[in-house]
């Protein structure tokens, strides 16, 4: 087996599966899940129509450079979200089996391990632990930046070592952020590209939940290159219908930028065996040509924040996040940041289930940025979201 497998650390979910596994929760309370990203809202019936519809794509083997009517689709919506000239749809776009399967392939696509000194993969701190895994398992040092609120949840570039950017092949940003919701503003991507221009590195943006949000759309990596007068050489941005449009299990995305490094990602992707089904082609277009069910979508998710935040202001510090369908709040003092007994007494006692922040980080620079706060997951029923929070509130008081 290859011995890199071996660095791999367990899922955050396996973690609170034993956290909470010897605990017997309260049997006159029914479960409430709030730990887990998975969209529950209804998957929007045009998805499902478009796929009836197209069965007969089940009897061909799909490209893996995806149909022209996908990936023009793709474009298009790209042009319209993010004010910018349509990209390339032949060069620039390049449809995937969801974000999770694009952003751990990209990693093993562009490492380069041949050279004298390790690479190094730069990811911000709590993250989503593809970013971890797939360095690991292209060979390559992860380096972890902590993103806290004195930090407005970014990464400070300018703490990372000039020996470290020495080794730097590619940094992770995620944006709107997962677990907190934090957006990037433009002077944050002037920094980034800076940096990038400098030292060579490419920029993978991690944008799954760009269409979840309150007041004002998230400025997108490719807005803003464009912005900055730039184009998009080293960019290469990650998107998905999974949060955007209810269908998880549709497993459907795309990256677009630098057209170089798509040329060498769709020639990895042609012996990886990543094609994506014609049938799933035919939905995810007319998923990504209807923008009414997004924002139904998003009249949802602002429904229950409204009445979560409220309830949950006072006993754990929560705020409105930018965007993303997060709260990253604090656990009471009298845990003393201890997030992972926190989750485990909630559930025992209140039967609701929520994932410790550690989990989501690691220890860095003699801290881990997550230690003492929880992710809440506003993705379950209103009444559910409304009745966990109050359960979590009278608990923490």
Not at 106 to 131: L, R, T, W
Not at 141 to 155: K, S, T, V, W
Not at 248 to 256: D, E, M
Request: charged share 20%; aromatic share 10%.
């Amino acid at each position: 087996m290859n011995p890199l497998l071996d660095q791999l650390q367990p899922y955050p979910f396996q973690r609170l599966k034993a956290l909470l596994g010897p605990v017997a929760p309260s049997a006159d309370l029914r479960a409430i899940d709030l730990s887990i990203g998975e969209p529950k809202h209804p998957t929007p019936q045009l998805i499902k129509d478009a796929l009836s519809a197209n069965f007969a794509g089940l009897a061909q083997y799909p490209a893996t450079l995806g149909s022209p009517a996908l990936r023009g689709a793709i474009a298009d919506w790209l042009a319209q979200r993010y004010d910018i000239a349509r990209p390339d749809a032949e060069r620039e776009v390049l449809p995937v089996n969801g974000s999770r399967e694009a952003l751990f392939s990209f990693v093993q696509a562009v490492i380069d391990p041949s050279g004298g000194e390790k690479p190094v993969v730069i990811s911000p701190n709590p993250f989503y632990q593809i970013y971890e895994g797939a360095a690991l398992l292209a060979g390559a040092e992860p380096y972890y930046l902590n993103c806290d609120a004195a930090q407005r949840f970014q990464p400070d570039w300018a703490s990372v070592p000039e020996a470290i950017w020495q080794r730097t092949q590619l940094v992770f940003v995620c944006s709107p952020g997962n677990p907190t919701g934090a957006v990037m503003n433009l002077d944050d991507w002037r920094q980034l590209f800076a940096l990038s221009d400098r030292y060579g590195f490419v920029i993978a943006s991690d944008e799954c939940y760009s269409e979840i949000w309150f007041d004002t759309p998230p400025l997108g990596g490719l807005q803003a290159a464009r912005q900055l007068g730039r184009d998009y050489t080293r960019l290469v941005v990650f998107s998905s219908l999974s949060k955007r449009s209810n269908a998880p299990g549709l497993r459907s995305g795309f990256v677009a930028g630098d057209a170089a490094i798509l040329a060498g990602f769709l020639l990895y992707r042609t012996y990886h065996g990543s094609a994506m089904s014609a049938t799933v082609q035919a939905a995810s277009a007319a998923a990504w040509r209807d923008e009414a069910h997004v924002e139904a979508n998003r009249a949802e998710y602002r429904a229950k924040f409204e009445a979560v935040v409220p309830l949950l202001a006072d006993p754990l510090a929560a705020e409105w996040p930018d965007a993303a369908f997060y709260l990253w709040v604090q656990v009471p003092a009298r845990y003393q940041g201890d997030d992972a007994a926190f989750c485990r007494d909630l559930y025992a006692h209140c039967h609701v289930t929520v994932l410790p922040g550690s989990y989501l980080a690691r220890e860095a620079h003699g801290s881990n940025p997550g230690a003492g706060r929880i992710r809440i997951a506003l993705v379950a029923p209103l009444t559910d979201c409304i009745e966990g929070a109050q359960r979590i509130a009278a608990f923490s008081a």
